[in-house]
Structure formats: C-alpha cells, structure tokens
C-alpha cells in the first residue's frame, strides 16, 4: 500500500499536527489542570465542526476516507500551511491541486487573526470571499462565511443583492461598487479564465447592467476607503477605520476594523462585541 492511501500514515499526521498546536496559539485557555501537551481532541472537533469521535477515528485510521470538504475543514483548525494540506490531500490519494488555494487561509494569517479573537477583523480570499472572521467581525458584519456558490463573493453579492448594500450608507454605494469592479477585476487578471473571480465576472455581466457599466470602464487598483460609515441595524451609525494587511503570496488580505477612542462610535463598538448580533442576511 503507498503512502497517498494509508489511513495510519493519514492518522499519524493528523495526530502529530494536534500535538504541535498549543491551546494559547489559539486564544484558547490552557487551565491548570491540563495535563496533555497539545490540543486535546475535544477542542480540535470545535474548531473544525467534526465530532470528536469522528477525529479519533481519523487518527486510529478507521472509518471512510473524508471529503475534500472535511480535509478543508481539519486543514483550517489545525492551522496548516499550503504544503501540509498539500500533504495532507496526498496521504488520502488525491492531487494537492484538488485542494483550492483559494479556499485555504494562509497560516501566517490564520495565526495573526488567532490572536485578535476580541477585535473585528477577517480573512479575504479571491473575488472578496471571506475565509474567516473573529466573533466581533461577525457582530459588525454578519456572517460572510455561510453563503454559497457566486454568493460567497461580496463582489457578487454587492451587484446581485439588495441586502448587501444595506449596512453602508447610500453616499458611498457609487465608490464602493467601482472599488468592488476593480477588485474583481485584478483578481480575474491575476487567476485567470478559470478562476473564480472569472466565473463572478461572467454571471455579473450578464446578471448586473450596473457592473457591466463598471466593467467597461476598466478601472485597475482603485482601493477601499479606509474610513467606512456604517448603518448597524443593532447599535446604530459607526464610523470605523479598516486597516489591511496583505499577503502578495497568497493574495489573501487581513482586514481589521477599529474605532477612534472615546468616539461614540467606539463605545458602539465595544456594546456590539458584548451583545453580539443577529441581524438577518440574505442567503
């Protein structure tokens, strides 16, 4: 039997991996009692939303061989980089390529938005697909992880959508949608006809007049407006700034969101991490 389909050799890695990882590299608390050296199975299942039982069987090579959905999954809360999801995609029999780069949170990022677990921030992939966001983003945001198909794209969503548009004030819907065609539109540059950022541009210019306007106008490299004003639904008007981190390797960007001290907007803030938020979105 070769290593690409050895469910022990796959259980020895996964196993290795959880032992490595340390409960304060994840914001988790290690307590005084603990008396394993890494993560217990318990908090791998959490971070990844598979059963505990599931993840001993994966690590006593038992059980079918996952999904690539699940071997996303185990991927992002173990925190692995590119070659060991790589890795890890070989040990069940499948080409590395069968794992979406796009998909995947880079780790550097990943560890950075580990330690921001208080403060709104997130992780963007390509066509403005949120990969991860903290608690607090989701507070401010919604949740932009649980779309599906093109509507995982913001930039989709934002010609497509009506709701989408809801939580910005109507004076800066014209610049964002330009800054959301240029986006697009430097992604599709940079992955070309088959990446998704191409399928958004082709539903859109045949779903959005709106985007195809944008579109012809072939604006390259227009930037976000750092400063965003806000219409929460839950705490009201927010003026908050976003700073953005990038990766040029992975394309990925890190956006975290903050409010001048003693502003209201920061008391607003702060209220919104406390009490969460519920605000409906359109799926």
């Known amino acids: 039997m070769t290593v690409a389909a050895d469910k022990s050799a796959l259980g020895e890695f996964l196993r290795s991996r959880r032992e490595t990882l340390q409960p304060e590299d ?14 217990r199975r318990e908090e791998v299942a959490e971070l990844t939303g598979l059963s505990t039982d599931y993840i001993g069987r994966l690590e006593r090579g038992s ?6 959905g699940v071997l996303l999954a185990i991927a992002r809360g173990l925190r692995l980089t590119r070659a060991e999801l790589d890795y ?15 998909e995947h949170v880079d780790a550097g990022m990943q560890r950075i938005l580990d330690r921001l677990h208080d403060t709104p921030a997130q992780v963007m992939g390509q066509a ?3 990969l991860r966001q903290t608690p607090p983003a ?15 794209s913001a930039v989709y969503r ?31 540059v940079r992955n070309g006809s088959d990446s998704l ?15 195809a306007g944008l579109w ?30 990038s990766d040029t390797e992975s394309g990925q960007a890190l956006l975290i969101y903050t409010a001048t001290p003693g502003s209201k907007s920061h008391e607003r803030l702060a209220l919104l991490g406390v009490i969460g938020s519920d605000f409906p979105r359109t799926h």
């Open 197 to 211: 950022a191409a399928q958004v541009v082709r539903a859109l210019l045949k779903q959005s007049p709106e985007f």
């Open 158 to 188: 934002w010609f497509t959508d009506p709701a989408a548009r809801l939580l910005y004030l109507p004076d800066d819907h014209d610049y964002t949608g330009r800054a959301m065609a240029s986006l697009v539109r430097d992604d599709f």
């Open 88 to 102: 890890l995609f070989t040990l069940c029999g499948r080409a590395p390529d069968a794992a979406p780069a796009h």
């Open 26 to 39: 994840l914001g988790l608390y290690r307590g005084p009692r603990r008396r394993v050296g890494g993560l």
């Open 216 to 245: 012809a106008r072939a604006e390259i490299g227009l930037q976000f407006a750092s400063e965003k004003h806000l219409e929460h639904p839950e705490v009201g008007r927010l003026d908050v700034y976003c700073q953005t981190l």
């Open 138 to 152: 989701v507070a401010l945001m919604g949740d932009e992880t649980s779309y599906q198909g093109l509507a995982r």
């Open 63 to 68: 059980g079918p061989w996952p999904s690539n």
């Open 128 to 130: 403005g697909v949120t």
